[in-house]
């Protein structure tokens, strides 16, 4: 069965990832967007998560993951190798309702970490449930040529006059015919 697309606040989440490799980076740089809330625990850093950690002063544990690094928090990334490892996170996070992604395993998530597409607050999210990840990043690496630079001015002009207008059928016809409009001349 697909997978629901659901958009979700993570600004005051409290955000754990398990690992410090290149899977690691990847996912920790694709959230700070999103939230600077975010614990590291590995033994060990790549350069460039060392450089991150170190200038968005984000917290890093210099160990092994123990159960109680779950304590208080409300989304898991497990980023490692260690099909064990990602089995028991998983498994401490559903006794405690955490929200778990073991990268590459979808048989221990609860919840799939999109490829997405950016340009400030419009955010899109791929995903094919999980079966193949490389098909989601390349609709990622086409959808991104189709999404207009300019995009981020139309977002602001557009929730300008949304906010300055009645909520209402008449507000909706004209913010389509707006959207449209700033699409077909970016």
């Known amino acids: 069965m697909p997978l629901f697309p659901l958009f979700v606040d993570l600004s005051k989440k409290r955000v754990l990832v398990v690992g410090?490799?290149?899977?690691?980076?990847?996912?920790?740089k694709n959230l700070l967007p999103f939230t600077g809330n975010i614990t590291i625990v590995s033994p060990k850093l790549t350069e460039e998560l060392r450089d991150i950690v170190k200038s968005r002063g984000l917290k890093y544990v210099k160990r092994r993951f123990r159960s109680s690094d779950l304590k208080d928090k409300d989304v898991v990334i497990v980023a490692v190798d260690d099909e064990r490892l990602q089995r028991r996170v998983f498994r401490l996070c559903e006794r405690r309702k955490i929200l778990c992604n073991a990268v590459d395993?979808?048989?221990?998530?609860?919840?799939?970490?999109?490829?997405?597409?950016?340009?400030?607050?419009?955010v899109i999210g791929i995903t094919t449930s999980g079966r193949v990840p490389a098909l989601s990043r390349a609709l990622r690496e086409r959808l991104e040529a189709c999404v207009p630079e300019g995009i981020e001015d139309a977002?602001?002009?557009?929730?300008?006059?949304?906010?300055?207008?009645?909520?209402?059928?008449?507000?909706?016809?004209?913010?389509l015919e707006l959207a449209r409009k700033a699409l077909k001349d970016a």
Request: with cysteine; net charge positive; aromatic share 6%.
């Open 20 to 28: 410090g490799g290149k899977v690691a980076t990847r996912k920790v």
């Open 105 to 122: 395993s979808p048989e221990y998530c609860n919840f799939i970490f999109p490829a997405l597409v950016r340009r400030g607050d419009v």
């Open 155 to 175: 977002l602001r002009r557009l929730s300008r006059i949304r906010s300055a207008r009645k909520k209402g059928k008449e507000r909706q016809r004209l913010l």
